[in-house]
């Protein structure tokens, strides 16, 4: 009898290896031969965790495949791929958007066809199911992107003289076109002429939401930054000056004794007093991994308060140590400086290295590279080195000595658009 049971226990475990090993050959299979359909499906599984989906969008990312933000006339439930081939956010996803709501712009879209409009739109969807915050919410996630006669801002500005948005007008258009609508079909003589007193609402025109607004926004309602993030203008510098990422710091024990530098966005800040009435400051940064949160207590409140600002960029360094005062070994960020990321690429680069392939050297590339770097002029002393793919022991370099460029975001953007090229900082 404990043989036999011996023996259960081999083929129950070996019967589960393979399974997991055909589980894993199914998966490694439909993400090299069906990517964007792999990862809608591995996204739409993990809908509810944020944590997860940013893992997977940066997945994504590396693999090329675009991710488009929320749609009303192409998203779905859940995340799909459109006949482009980019994976579509599901409006299930929206925070403030029920899933009633979701099926119910579904169901009207197969039904009568895409949206043509806003106010196509809150005319056909049934406004007691998609209801004002449900508008509210997709206007600000970029669900009405796709009626580019509007931007997102426009939804909650207000007309001269009057206190209700352009949201609140348009539920109370939708409302009253349905009514009159439901009204003239259950008439004798029908409603002819009735509809002239029902008006679309004007849009208010007014400046588009800052690029820190829309996506403070999106990811209220996302969860993640989706059309773009924060820190894009000064991925130059987290990229090459950061030596920590702030997932890195969820497990402190593995960094501990390690000086890190790293770069975000002030997204939260607040200050208070101590029980012995000292003051400290409390603030929470981003990156593109994650958050965390630093506090500065007795002299170092004063020395860093003035960066605890929302929206500042900065750039911290510090040093990953025991608490002064814990007994019980618990682990901090101690930071040591601050500063503002918008004036590190200017004190620090002064020289860039471009490394081109012979095989990648050709007119388009070299006149595209003399008319940027003639453009901007500045401080950084530009390099080339030119070398065989094949043979790498045959190479040269070269760099000017009359003329120093300004290392844009035009040329930053141009190098990282060519994967072949590869650049160093000085």
């Excluded at 939708?174 to 609402?201: R, V």
Aim: hydrophobic share 40%; glycine share 8%.
């Amino acid at each position: 009898m404990e043989r036999l049971g011996a023996f259960a226990s081999y083929a129950f475990n070996k019967s589960h290896s393979v399974c997991y090993a055909f589980v894993a050959y199914q998966s490694g299979y439909l993400k090299a031969h069906y990517p964007a359909e792999f990862m809608a499906g591995v996204l739409s599984r993990n809908l509810t965790d944020i944590s997860k989906i940013t893992t997977f969008m940066e997945e994504c990312k590396r693999m090329g495949m675009e991710v488009l933000g929320p749609d009303v006339n192409e998203s779905y439930r859940k995340f799909t791929v459109n006949k482009s081939g980019a994976i579509r956010f599901g409006m299930a996803g929206v925070k403030g958007v029920g899933a009633g709501a979701v099926e119910e712009i579904i169901r009207v879209r197969e039904e009568g066809g895409p949206f043509k409009d806003i106010f196509d739109f809150v005319e056909r969807v049934n406004l007691q199911t998609v209801n004002k915050k449900n508008l509210e919410a997709l206007a600000a996630a970029g669900g009405f992107d796709g009626f580019t006669d509007l931007h997102r801002a426009q939804y909650f500005a207000s007309l001269p003289g009057e206190q209700t948005t352009f949201v609140e007008n348009l539920a109370r258009y939708g409302n009253l076109y349905q009514n009159d609508q439901a009204t003239a079909a259950s008439s004798l003589f029908g409603a002819a002429g009735a509809n002239a007193a029902i008006t679309k609402p004007v849009a208010p025109v007014c400046e588009e939401f800052s690029i820190l607004e829309k996506l403070a926004r999106e990811k209220d309602l996302i969860g993640i930054y989706l059309s773009a993030h924060p820190l894009d203008v000064y991925k130059l510098e987290i990229n090459h000056f950061c030596t920590t990422k702030f997932k890195d710091l969820e497990d402190l024990e593995k960094m501990k004794g390690r000086d890190v530098t790293m770069g975000g966005i002030v997204t939260a800040a607040r200050s208070g007093t101590t029980k012995k009435g000292n003051p400290y400051g409390i603030m929470t940064v981003d990156d593109y991994t994650g958050s965390y949160e630093f506090a500065f207590f007795g002299r170092d409140y004063p020395e860093f308060a003035k960066f605890m600002v929302e929206g500042y960029y900065i750039l911290i360094k510090g040093k990953v140590q025991e608490k002064q005062w814990s007994k019980d070994g618990e682990l901090e960020v101690k930071v040591n400086k601050i500063e503002m990321l918008d004036g590190v690429r200017e004190s620090r680069i002064s020289g860039i290295n471009i490394q081109i392939p012979l095989q990648s050297l050709d007119d388009a590339l070299v006149t595209d590279l003399a008319e940027l770097t003639k453009e901007t002029e500045g401080n950084v002393t530009l390099r080339f080195s030119i070398y065989d793919k094949e043979d790498q022991t045959q190479h040269a370099q070269f760099f000017s000595r009359s003329t120093k460029i300004n290392l844009s975001d035009e040329i930053v953007d141009y190098l990282d658009s060519h994967p072949e090229i590869s650049f160093s900082l000085s």
